[in-house]
């Protein structure tokens, strides 16, 4: 954890048992528990563990032959959405869950679902957003791009969608706001090829954006680089941005704002 001035970065639990790699966690409302993605050799599961410390509980099976990303809960706990891609797939698939991972079932193809604050999930989708019930029924379309969204997010209010997508100069990081379906960007990142190399999260006021992405660090050795992380505030309202943390590490496994307690 970290503060918002780039303060205070602390371990607050180890997770994933022995042999797994914890990524994309994720604030249960309230803020009493974490929701992440443990990475294993055969496979990845749903993990929850609470922020004061401990190693952690497993929330869901091994899933064998895929990758899992972006656990979410929607906002009264009841529910948990998240990605699902299968080993060799060029499609990802929206599962949803009960809010205690059980009963899960695919409900669309697509990927890195949100919750709205009325339980209808966003997600990316070919060359689009696109909005649904939790069931996956009532699908409609938000948004068309040129290129495939990366990430989405709902806005604590409900009325924007936050998403990351290509662009000319990397990753752009945009806002999509629902009164209009206007589409504003509010960064863009040097992060070649866009990957996932960006983690966006909103602020519970709305106000701020947070991004991590990743980055090549100089070394003495004018031939050689190191990978690093960067992290990112921006105020939506003005555009204003400041970076709060930069470091050598090896790669993004997620960013995810702090509920207010």
């Known amino acids: 954890m970290i503060r918002t001035d780039g303060s205070r970065l602390t371990m607050r639990a180890r997770v994933c048992g022995s042999n797994g790699d914890p990524a994309f966690p994720s604030w249960a409302p309230g803020g009493a528990r974490l ?3 443990c990475d294993f050799a055969r496979g990845t599961a749903l993990w929850t563990a609470r922020p004061a410390g401990g190693t952690g509980d497993a929330l869901t099976p091994i899933v064998r032959r895929a990758e899992q990303y972006g656990p979410e809960w929607s906002r009264d706990g009841a529910l948990l959405t998240w990605e699902r891609r299968p080993f060799g797939a060029e499609t990802s698939r929206v599962v949803v869950a009960r809010g205690d991972g059980t009963r ?3 409900v669309a193809r697509g990927a890195s679902p949100s919750w709205s604050r009325r339980v209808r999930l966003v997600f990316a989708s070919g060359d689009g957003l696109f909005t649904a019930r939790a069931d996956g029924t009532a699908r409609r379309r938000l948004s068309r791009s040129r290129t495939t969204p990366l ?5 604590p209010d409900g009325r924007a969608v936050a998403f990351t997508a290509p662009s ?3 990753t752009a990081v945009r806002i999509l706001r629902l009164t209009d379906y206007r589409v504003r960007t509010v960064a863009l990142t040097a992060v070649e090829p866009p990957g996932d190399l960006v983690s966006i999260g909103w602020a519970p006021g709305g106000r701020w954006l947070v991004y991590a ?3 090549r660090v100089p070394t003495p050795d004018p031939s050689t680089e190191n990978a690093g992380v960067e992290v990112w ?3 939506t309202a003005s555009g204003a941005r400041k970076r709060v943390f930069a470091d050598v590490a090896n790669q993004i496994v997620g960013v995810s704002w702090a509920p207010v307690r």
């Not at 990430?151 to 806005?155: D, H, L, M, N, V």
């Open 168 to 170: 000319d100069a990397g």
């Open 35 to 37: 929701v992440l993605a």
């Open 233 to 235: 505030l921006v105020d």
């Open 213 to 215: 992405i990743e980055t």
């Open 104 to 106: 899960a079932r695919v």
């Open 151 to 155: 990430e989405a997010r709902w806005s």
